[in-house]
């Protein structure tokens, strides 16, 4: 926690990054109710019960391909992958642990928790082999140590709002306003990563929404 009170600009951008998220999510539950129409009630409540997020969106696809025309399905599709992807950067903020060193002053670093298990698990099997002043400190893995400077997180706020805009083009694509839709449906495949999605969907033969949800959800290791 000390991290946030002395990289006070890199917390405000983390901070931000999941708020966004969290209005993707209020956006996609709008979404799915719009889908359902007066049939909303019970689904929508099942629906928040769901706690896996890839769950969450596999339902939002199948309800797609079983009300959308196949076109529209598929559009569905390769846009929450897009949004899925958006996800990671949530993800990976509220989950891991912030750190600082004086070593990358521009920087905050995330680690992944097994970091910090793997470091108490050998410093106790030191301590328990020799006396407090003769222990050595165990060896950092750094590779799996991240350190974000305030561009990189600039750069993943913007991805989350991004993915909000597309949550609510989405049910407006939905909704039942046809001109609304149609300018929905242009922004939507109007988008670069939208528009890379079916194209390679399209160039692998993979046209229906559950082929779609086959592609990976990223096409790099972040």
């Known amino acids: 926690m000390d991290a946030m009170k002395a990289r006070r600009e890199h917390a405000e951008l983390i901070a931000g990054t999941i708020a966004a998220w969290s209005q993707v999510e209020a956006q996609m539950g709008i979404v799915l109710a719009s889908m359902l129409h007066t049939k909303s009630g019970p689904f929508v409540i099942m629906y928040s019960a769901i706690e896996s997020q890839t769950a969450q969106f596999a339902v939002l696809d199948a309800t797609a391909k079983d009300t959308l025309s196949k076109g529209d399905a598929d559009l569905f599709c390769a846009s929450t992958i897009a949004i899925?992807?958006?996800?990671?950067?949530?993800?990976?903020?509220?989950?891991?642990?912030?750190?600082i060193t004086n070593k990358f002053p521009e920087s905050i670093l995330l680690a992944k928790s097994n970091v910090l298990w793997n470091f108490q698990a050998q410093f106790s099997a030191e301590l328990m082999l020799n006396s407090p002043a003769d222990t050595n400190f165990p060896k950092t893995d750094f590779s799996e140590i991240y350190a974000y400077k305030i561009q990189d997180l600039l750069e993943a706020r913007e991805a989350t709002i991004r993915a909000h805009l597309i949550a609510h083009d989405l049910s407006i694509l939905v909704g039942p306003i046809k001109h609304a839709r149609e300018l929905a449906r242009t922004r939507l495949e109007s988008e670069p990563e939208?528009?890379?999605?079916?194209?390679?969907?399209?160039?692998?033969?993979?046209?229906?929404?559950?082929?779609?949800?086959?592609?990976p959800d990223r096409d790099d290791v972040y």
């Open 84 to 99: 899925r992807r958006a996800s990671s950067h949530r993800n990976k903020f509220a989950h891991r642990i912030w750190g």
């Open 194 to 215: 939208i528009r890379s999605i079916l194209d390679k969907a399209r160039d692998f033969g993979l046209l229906l929404p559950e082929a779609l949800l086959r592609l």
